[in-house]
């Protein structure tokens, strides 16, 4: 999450304050349980949402095509002349859910604003184009969904929602995984041994047919596993691997009012099962992670066929299974940021989706090249990455968030301010407060509020 601060103009000076959180979905392997659940949450809200006539492209003056993008508004604590709050949605549909929830919705009471949720363009139901197929030109430019300044409500918003653009964009997103480690090692040391030793064992035993009757069986999968190339094992492993990721990436987090399941299943949780030797061996425990999470989100068996995956991912329908974000974000990572989750750091408790992994699926699913060192070099240049020059600029990271790895964590100025919160993970601050969080996150919460005053009065 990061938030700014800018002024615009109206019919009369007005304060904005933009916040914005990359609510980052898994690694589209595994985003099928949160479309589903975020669709579902979204649907019972509809009959709220507004539209707004959108330009199709804001570099281009002389298109003048447009397209409808969908928000929602809480005007309920709005006082004449008080700040408008905008938060920018993230990679999947808007969770109207935000509208009634979260730590914005006390500081609007406090300072009187106006609450507006926009959703990202290309994701949930904001369709620029229909049908949607493939345009390049448009897809693959970040800048032209998250442009400096855009046009909303008739009005300039002199703002990048910095939650992605605050991150130096890297090829090799081993530091993702890493920070995996850690965090497991923070509940207990033992913990991502025992993950690193039957994800070895796991690996060991793909090379194997003999044992592809017991895999399928042991993680209850949806078809007879068949590892026809390096491709199919490897989407198998990062299927598996991502049980711990997710759990990690959101461990804690006040989430269950956006209507997600599994908020109960923490790291504590993953690792007493990891540790449990009555459950057999280290592989054993890693299986009965696998069946734990299939119970949580009502899976009576997981697909680990790549080849499913890849038809999937090249669905251009917006009704296809991948539209509501995972078709985009994979597209992104592949055009703009690398952002992969990969295995090439020894430092890290998984085996087997190593980054051609990612990179192959650029060419299998979009047809585009896998070498992506100039886009992202670009991107960087576009947005500054770290030698960010710009005012008035908070950025939240929890130490648990592994998205942390490649963000701000130390101020830049007197007025991009980073606020660290140790114990926490991803964009917890932005969650609705309760009884047991940690004081320092309470006290981040404040923090931020303090500069958010400080700014509106200047």
């Known amino acids: 999450m990061a938030l700014g601060c800018n002024r615009f103009q109206k019919a009369s000076a007005v304060l904005a304050v933009v916040l914005a959180c990359v609510l980052c979905a898994p690694c ?152 995996v480690w850690r965090s497991l090692a923070a509940e207990n040391p033992e913990c991502p041994l025992v993950v690193k030793k039957a994800s070895d064992t796991l690996v060991e035993r793909l090379n194997d047919p003999k044992t592809y009757d017991n895999i399928t069986k042991d993680f209850r999968l949806c078809s007879k596993l068949q590892i026809q190339s390096k491709m199919d094992s490897a989407y198998l492993l990062e299927s598996l691997a991502g049980n711990f990721m997710d759990v990690v990436q959101y461990n804690e987090d006040n989430r269950a009012f956006e209507g997600v399941v599994g908020t109960n299943i923490t790291i504590k949780v993953l690792c007493s099962v990891m540790l449990d030797s009555s459950l057999g061996e280290p592989y054993d425990r890693y299986a009965a992670v696998a069946r734990l999470m299939q119970n949580t989100f009502s899976q009576a068996c997981i697909n680990t066929q790549y080849k499913s995956y890849i038809q999937d991912m090249s669905n251009t329908s917006w009704s296809g299974p991948e539209a509501g974000g995972g078709r985009q974000w994979v597209y992104q990572t592949c055009t703009e940021f690398g952002f992969y989750q990969s295995t090439d750091s020894p430092n890290q408790p998984f085996s087997g989706f190593p980054l051609h992994y990612h990179l192959q699926q650029c060419a299998d699913i979009y047809n585009l090249s896998t070498s992506l060192d100039d886009a992202i070099q670009q991107t960087n240049e576009e947005y500054g990455g770290y030698d960010i020059r710009t005012t008035r600029i908070v950025f939240p990271n929890g130490s648990i968030d592994p998205w942390h790895a490649l963000g701000v964590t130390r101020d830049i100025t007197s007025d991009l301010l980073a606020v660290f919160i140790k114990g926490t993970a991803h964009c917890a601050n932005m969650y609705p407060a309760r009884a047991e969080d940690l004081p320092q996150l309470s006290l981040a919460r404040d923090h931020i509020f303090i500069m958010l005053q400080k700014w509106l009065a200047e």
């Open 28 to 179: 589209a392997a595994r985003s099928h349980r949160y479309a589903a659940q975020l669709e579902s949450a979204t649907a019972a809200a509809e009959e709220e949402a507004q539209w707004f006539i959108q330009r199709l492209d804001h570099f281009n003056g002389a298109e003048a095509r447009v397209w409808k993008q969908r928000y929602f508004v809480n005007d309920t604590f709005y006082r004449p002349g008080g700040p408008v709050f905008l938060m920018i949605g993230g990679e999947g549909p808007a969770n109207p859910a935000w509208m009634q929830y979260g730590t914005w919705l006390l500081y609007a009471q406090k300072l009187g604003a106006l609450c507006l949720l926009l959703e990202h363009r290309f994701y949930g139901k904001s369709h620029p184009r229909d049908p949607p197929k493939e345009r390049k030109k448009e897809r693959k430019k970040e800048r032209v969904s998250l442009t400096r300044p855009f046009r909303f409500m008739n009005t300039r918003w002199c703002y990048k929602p910095w939650s992605r653009l605050n991150q130096e964009r890297n090829l090799h997103r081993s530091k993702y995984l890493e920070v």
